[in-house]
């Protein structure tokens, strides 16, 4: 089982930038690859960023250029910056991680972009 913990999520302004953070505890010595999700009020959850076990990224061609993902070097946290933020960013954002037993999911942190 794995476990994921995400934190930084808020209020900005359009314009602003956020951090979020992702923590996985548990069995993270098999995590192949781990995300960010976002579901918006009338839009179905969908890939933001993923960061493989070797450290290839993949990213939504709505956040290219203005997102970031990275995680440490103990690949037990995932964090996402997130710079000029749009108000169509307004969402509750996921952290996933699947290993070879599994898929799991954080219990989501709101972002609102508004001014």
């Known amino acids: 089982q794995v476990q994921l913990v995400e934190s930084g999520g808020g209020l900005v302004q359009p314009g602003g930038s956020l951090k979020l953070s992702c923590a996985a505890s548990?069995?993270?010595?098999?995590?192949?690859?781990m995300g960010w999700y976002r579901q918006g009020p009338k839009i179905p959850r969908e890939l933001v960023a993923g960061i493989t076990s070797s450290g290839s990224t993949n990213y939504a061609d709505f956040v290219k250029g203005r997102f970031t993902i990275s995680r440490t070097n103990a690949k037990n946290t995932v964090y996402l910056q997130m710079n000029s933020l749009k108000t169509e960013d307004t969402a509750v954002f996921y952290c996933?991680?699947?290993?070879?037993?599994?898929?799991?999911w954080g219990q989501g942190t709101q972002v609102t972009v508004s001014s």
């Open positions: 996933n991680a699947r290993n070879n037993r599994g898929n799991y």
């Open positions: 548990g069995s993270i010595d098999n995590i192949a690859y």
